[in-house]
C-alpha cells in the first residue's frame, strides 16, 4: 500500500473577492479525502492607488445577481453584497493574516474575515473590526493592533504582492498553487482533486 505524501496547496485569496468564500466547502470536502496543508496567500486585486469597487456603481450589483448569488445558493453559504462604500482595501487584514499564520490560526481567522464582510457587512478595512475579528479566533488584540502598523509586516507584505505578480503571474483570486503548478478560478471538488493529484 502506498501513501500519499502531504502536498502544500497554497490559496490565493482576497478578503473582498465573494468567490474566495464561496470555494470554501470544496477545500473543506478536499481536506478530508487528501492530505493536504493549506496555506492562505494574501493577493489584493485593487492595491493602493488602485480605486476600490462601489456597491452603489453598476457593476458589483451585475455580477453577484449573475454569479455570485447563483453559485452561492450552489454550494449552501449565505451571503450579501455589503453596502460598504468604496469597498475597503484588504493590506491591514492581510499584515495580521501574517501574525495568524504564525500562531497556526490562518485558515480560522481568514474565514472569520470572509464572514465578517460578506455576511455581518462590517468594515474589514477598520482597525478595531479586524481587531475583533482577529480576536475572535484566539489572537491578542494589543499584538493585532501592532501588527496592523508594523512596518515591517507591511514591507513584507508589499514584497509578497510584487513577487506574486511579477513572478508567479498570479492571474485573479482565488488561485491555487501546488509546487510550479497554478489554477485559477472556483473549482469543485472534483477538480481540485484532480489539480492536487496533479
Known sequence: MTTRATKD???????????????????????????????????????DPVPTLRPEDEYLPRVWAKSVYPMANRVGIDIKLPDISPQPRTEKAFTVLQLAEESGLAEEYSAAM???????????????????????????RDEV?????????????????????????????????IGDRITSGVPDVDDLIRFIDG
Open 9 to 47: 496547496l497554497e490559496v490565493f485569496v482576497d478578503y473582498v473577492c465573494p468567490f474566495c468564500l464561496l470555494v470554501e466547502p470544496a477545500l473543506q470536502k478536499v481536506k478530508t479525502m487528501r492530505d493536504v496543508n493549506i496555506r492562505i496567500r494574501p493577493f489584493e486585486l485593487r492595491p
Open 114 to 140: 470572509f464572514r465578517a464582510f460578506f455576511q455581518e457587512n462590517r468594515d474589514i478595512g477598520n482597525d478595531e473590526v479586524i481587531a475583533d475579528v482577529a480576536e475572535s479566533v484566539g489572537l491578542p
Open 145 to 177: 493592533l501592532r501588527a496592523i502598523k508594523d512596518a515591517e509586516r507591511i514591507v513584507a507584505h508589499r514584497s509578497e504582492q510584487k513577487f506574486y505578480r511579477n513572478s508567479l503571474d498570479i492571474p485573479a483570486v482565488p488561485s491555487f498553487r
